[in-house]
């Protein structure tokens, strides 16, 4: 009921306004709500997008991180915002695809409580250790965690990273323990430390500290070699056939979002994507620029979260 009066209310301003008053828009600064922690992948793409609106508008693009509780927080504030447009969810599969799998409840609707605006890309994660690990392949990480099972432990700080964990023991056979984070930023600081023996991290996050020497990488989880880590193998080819997950990141509007502001939104994000800050997001982190209409995504995550859901049972975990 909150939701459809939301909407309606919504619709009715949007007509009260004159047609001046949409073409206008924004009048103001935006501001992009990131369910994960400051310098996560979803922050640096939704600052590099943010970026290209500026420079399209002139008008600030505010980025409030609002991580936690797998991003739940943050999704949820996304969606009690005011359906004005001036208020946008930079976000991933974790949020629309696979959180409501993994919980039984959730503080907010991926569907009825958002309006879709575009895909912004895809990308691939990487299998990372601590230099000091005596694992120097993926294959020798594997075999140490069959010699101590439940022992070894893996981080994640999103659902991308958690899964890719998850599917590498389901189909490796091998037991890990799990360590939960807000965000994945907060679990490589971990992994430095040495308090988490590997992790399954984007490579917006992971690949800056494999380059630098602070992390060992052992594979990457796409179908092929990361052009930016070419002599890093995939996971599949280093010991686990058929083994790929990736993730993706989304734009969402509050539900009740005049059609006329969709739609100038998309055409905002669209082209921002095309500007300076965000090809450099995509080259630098080898992330693949994707962009849709705002039905295109609707169905996408319809199908994504199908997907999501049956590696999730797949895996034998269970909603919390």
Same mark, same amino acid.
């Given at each position: 009921?909150?939701?459809?009066?939301?909407?309606?209310?919504?619709?009715?301003?949007?007509?009260?306004?004159?047609?001046?008053? /949409?073409? !206008?828009?924004?009048?103001?600064?935006?501001?992009?709500?990131?369910?994960?922690?400051?310098?996560?992948?979803?922050?640096?793409?939704?600052?590099?997008?943010? !970026?290209?609106?500026? @420079? !399209?508008?002139?008008?600030?693009?505010?980025?409030?991180?609002?991580?936690?509780?797998?991003?739940?927080?943050?999704?949820?504030?996304?969606?009690?915002?005011?359906?004005?447009?001036?208020?946008?969810?930079?976000?991933?599969?974790?949020?629309?695809?696979?959180?409501?799998?993994?919980?039984?409840?959730?503080?907010?609707?991926?569907?009825?409580?958002?309006?879709?605006?575009?895909?912004?890309?895809?990308?691939?994660?990487?299998?990372?250790?601590?230099?000091?690990?005596?694992?120097?392949?993926?294959?020798?990480?594997? *075999?140490? #965690?069959?010699?101590?099972?439940?022992?070894?432990?893996?981080?994640?700080?999103?659902?991308?990273?958690?899964?890719?964990?998850?599917?590498?023991?389901?189909? =490796?056979? &091998?037991?890990?323990?799990?360590?939960?984070?807000?965000?994945?930023?907060?679990?490589?600081?971990?992994?430095?430390?040495?308090?988490? @023996?590997? /992790?399954?991290?984007?490579?917006?996050?992971?690949?800056?500290?494999?380059?630098?020497?602070?992390?060992?990488?052992?594979? &990457?989880?796409? !179908?092929?070699?990361?052009?930016?880590?070419? @002599?890093?193998?995939?996971?599949?080819? =280093?010991? &686990?056939?058929?083994?790929?997950?990736?993730?993706?990141?989304?734009?969402?509007?509050?539900?009740?979002?005049?059609?006329? &502001?969709?739609?100038?939104?998309?055409?905002?994000?669209?082209? *921002?994507?095309?500007?300076?800050?965000?090809?450099?997001?995509? *080259?630098?982190?080898?992330?693949?620029? #994707?962009?849709?209409?705002?039905?295109?995504? *609707?169905?996408?995550?319809?199908?994504?979260?199908?997907?999501?859901? @049956?590696?999730?049972?797949?895996?034998?975990?269970?909603?919390?």
């Amino acid at each position: 009921m909150r939701i459809a009066t939301k909407g309606r209310l919504a619709l009715l301003l949007a007509a009260a306004l004159p047609l001046s008053a /949409m073409a !206008q828009f924004p009048a103001k600064p935006i501001t992009f709500i990131v369910p994960f922690a400051a310098g996560s992948a979803t922050d640096q793409i939704g600052r590099a997008v943010g !970026q290209g609106v500026t @420079d !399209q508008t002139g008008q600030a693009v505010v980025i409030e991180n609002k991580p936690g509780a797998s991003a739940m927080i943050g999704a949820a504030a996304g969606a009690r915002a005011t359906p004005d447009g001036y208020t946008v969810l930079i976000t991933t599969n974790t949020t629309h695809a696979a959180n409501e799998h993994l919980y039984k409840s959730l503080t907010y609707d991926p569907v009825k409580d958002f309006a879709p605006l575009t895909l912004l890309g895809k990308g691939g994660q990487i299998m990372v250790v601590n230099p000091s690990s005596s694992a120097k392949t993926v294959g020798e990480f594997l *075999a140490l #965690a069959k010699q101590s099972p439940g022992k070894l432990s893996f981080g994640s700080g999103s659902s991308s990273s958690r899964i890719a964990g998850e599917l590498l023991q389901q189909m =490796a056979n &091998v037991q890990l323990l799990h360590v939960p984070y807000k965000s994945n930023p907060l679990a490589v600081t971990d992994l430095l430390g040495g308090q988490i @023996d590997m /992790m399954i991290t984007d490579s917006a996050t992971g690949l800056p500290q494999v380059k630098s020497g602070k992390l060992r990488a052992l594979g &990457v989880t796409g !179908q092929a070699r990361s052009p930016l880590a070419p @002599d890093v193998p995939t996971i599949a080819e =280093a010991g &686990v056939p058929g083994y790929e997950m990736g993730y993706w990141f989304a734009a969402y509007a509050p539900a009740g979002t005049p059609p006329d &502001v969709v739609k100038r939104l998309n055409e905002l994000l669209v082209n *921002a994507t095309k500007g300076k800050a965000a090809q450099q997001f995509y *080259a630098q982190t080898g992330t693949e620029a #994707a962009t849709s209409t705002p039905d295109e995504l *609707a169905k996408f995550q319809q199908a994504e979260s199908r997907k999501w859901g @049956d590696i999730i049972k797949k895996a034998g975990i269970k909603p919390e």
